[in-house]
T-cell receptor, first 114, second 113 residues
Framework: DTGVSQNPRHKITKRGQNVTFRCDPI?????LYWYRQTLGQGPEFLTY????????KSRLLSDRFSAERPKGSFSTLEIQRTEQGDSAMYLC????????????FGPGTRLTVT | DQQVKQNSPSLSVQEGRISILNCDYT??????FLWYKKYPAEGPTFLIS?????DKNEDGRFTVFLNKSAKHLSLHIVPSQPGDSAVYFC????????????FGRGTSLIVHP
């Protein structure tokens, strides 16, 4: 069990550029979540996958955001035409969906839009 | 509209003493509650949870208490250690939200040696 990994750990981009983040969940976990966290706030839910199906999306997830989880393994989160307000920590978490409902988080990707 | 509130942004405690972190929620559909700990530059780490059918859950130095009528839960750390210094997030989930947790804003705990 290597835990949840996220790449890159840091990303600096110019406004208007597209960025893509990757998340590799714990291998036996079928549920995968994306969150965004800004300073002084807790993680805010963005979207959730069970296996390859995207089951829920938050109102926070504008049309510029898209997430995929092909084959129910790793997931990518893409932000198109980035804005300065997109600057945040993007967290990925996974869970087994059985027993307890606790999620296991990755270290996050820090996005800075200049 | 904050459904999970942690009204104390910070808490300072002496090593060996008890740390009590508080959390209030407003949504009566929440029936599962979790605490996470976060160190700088790391993602949150699951600490302890409690179902609404219980009013207490204990794991080593960590105990979570749930008062459903008051919609209040608390995390007790006894005895507190300097390594406990971190940001603690309370989270709540329920069937109405597909068990996707809603997080509070966190409380920064500092344990002084």
């Amino acid at each position: 069990d290597t835990g949840v990994s996220q790449n890159p750990r840091h990303k600096i981009t110019k406004r208007g550029q597209n960025v893509t983040f990757r998340c590799d969940p714990i291998s036996e976990h079928n549920r995968l979540y994306w969150y965004r966290q800004t300073l002084g706030q807790g993680p805010e839910f963005l979207t959730y996958f069970q296996n390859e199906a995207q089951l829920e999306k938050s109102r926070l997830l504008s049309d510029r955001f898209s997430a995929e989880r092909p084959k129910g393994s790793f997931s990518t989160l893409e932000i198109q035409r980035t804005e300065q307000g997109d600057s945040a920590m993007y967290l990925c978490a996974s869970s087994s969906g059985t027993g307890g409902w606790e999620q296991y988080f990755g270290p996050g990707t820090r996005l800075t839009v200049t | 509209d904050q459904q999970v509130k942690q009204n104390s942004p910070s808490l300072s405690v002496q090593e060996g003493r008890i740390s009590i972190l508080n959390c209030d929620y407003t949504n009566s559909m929440f029936d599962y509650f979790l605490w996470y700990k976060k160190y700088p530059a790391e993602g949150p780490t699951f600490l302890i949870s409690i179902s609404s059918i219980k009013d207490k859950n204990e794991d080593g130095r960590f105990t979570v208490f749930l008062n459903k009528s008051a919609k209040h839960l608390s995390l007790h750390i006894v005895p507190s250690q300097p390594g406990d210094s971190a940001v603690y997030f309370c989270a709540a989930s329920g069937l109405g939200g597909s068990y996707i947790p809603t997080f509070g804003r966190g409380t920064s705990l500092i344990v002084h040696p």
